[in-house]
T-cell receptor, first 114, second 112 residues
Framework: DTAVSQTPKYLVTQMGNDKSIKCEQNLGHDTMYWYKQDSKKFLKIMFS???????INETVPNRFSPKSPDKAHLNLHINSLELGDSAVYFCASSPYSLGGYGYTFGSGTRLTVV | GENVEQHPSTLSVQEGDSAVIKCTYS??????FPWYKQELGKGPQLIIDIRSNVGEKKDQRIAVTLNKTAKHFSLHITETQPEDSAVYFC???????????FGQGTRLTINP
């Protein structure tokens, strides 16, 4: 039983398209995150939700919009995709309402914009 | 904000030898320091963590040490095995911030 699952695993799309990545966790955790991992493997936080409420919104272009329909799901919608959006996007969850502790990561979504 | 520096970026050791990866952080109020292992094609996996009120923690072949005065912490892997080959990340949780800030990663290769 996968703890944090992301779909799709791979996504290849053209510039200008709109795409979504979905994340679900079955751990009962309170907090969920989106991190971006660039080609040099650097992990940078994008967003965080605690029980459906947005608590962290780093300096991310407005083209990126997270949505959390319930505390087990956190989706990421990207409008007008650009070449620089190509990266691996990781969803993670944390069991503590304060967040930042004991992350469990999903297996990632590799986004390639051509 | 918090800044985490990790060294070295690559590390190659002989099987059976020890490996040490070091990280420094900038925010003296950071209170939680985990280490993650990322294998090819997978997400990072928590392998050990330490809180700011503890100086050292050990779990079988891996250990983490924390020096709050110097603001650095290290991962020690003893008796390395080929399956230890992966990218390792350190991270720090700034006090009051509900997130982790990651180091740049270290690609560890264990040579048989």
């Amino acid at each position: 039983d996968t703890a944090v699952s992301q779909t799709p695993k791979y996504l290849v799309t053209q510039m200008g398209n709109d795409k979504s990545i979905k994340c679900e966790q079955n751990l009962g955790h309170d907090t969920m995150y989106w991190y971006k991992q660039d080609s040099k493997k650097f992990l940078k936080i994008m967003f965080s939700y605690n029980n459906k409420e947005l608590i962290i919104n780093e300096t991310v272009p407005n083209r990126f919009s997270p949505k959390s329909p319930d505390k087990a799901h956190l989706n990421l919608h990207i409008n007008s995709l650009e070449l620089g959006d190509s990266a691996v996007y990781f969803c993670a969850s944390s069991p503590y309402s304060l967040g930042g502790y004991g992350y469990t990561f999903g297996s990632g979504t590799r986004l390639t914009v051509v | 904000g918090e800044n985490v520096e990790q060294h070295p970026s690559t590390l190659s050791v002989q099987e059976g030898d020890s490996a040490v990866i070091k990280c420094t952080y900038s925010d003296s109020a950071s209170n939680y320091f985990p280490w993650y292992k990322q294998e090819l094609g997978k997400g990072p996996q928590l392998i050990i963590d330490i809180r700011s009120n503890v100086g050292e923690k050990k779990d079988q072949r891996i250990a983490v040490t924390l020096n709050k005065t110097a603001k650095h912490f290290s991962l020690h892997i003893t008796e390395t095995q080929p399956e230890d080959s992966a990218v390792y990340f350190c991270a720090a949780r700034p006090r009051g911030a509900q997130k982790l800030v990651f180091g740049q990663g270290t690609r560890l290769t264990i040579n048989p």
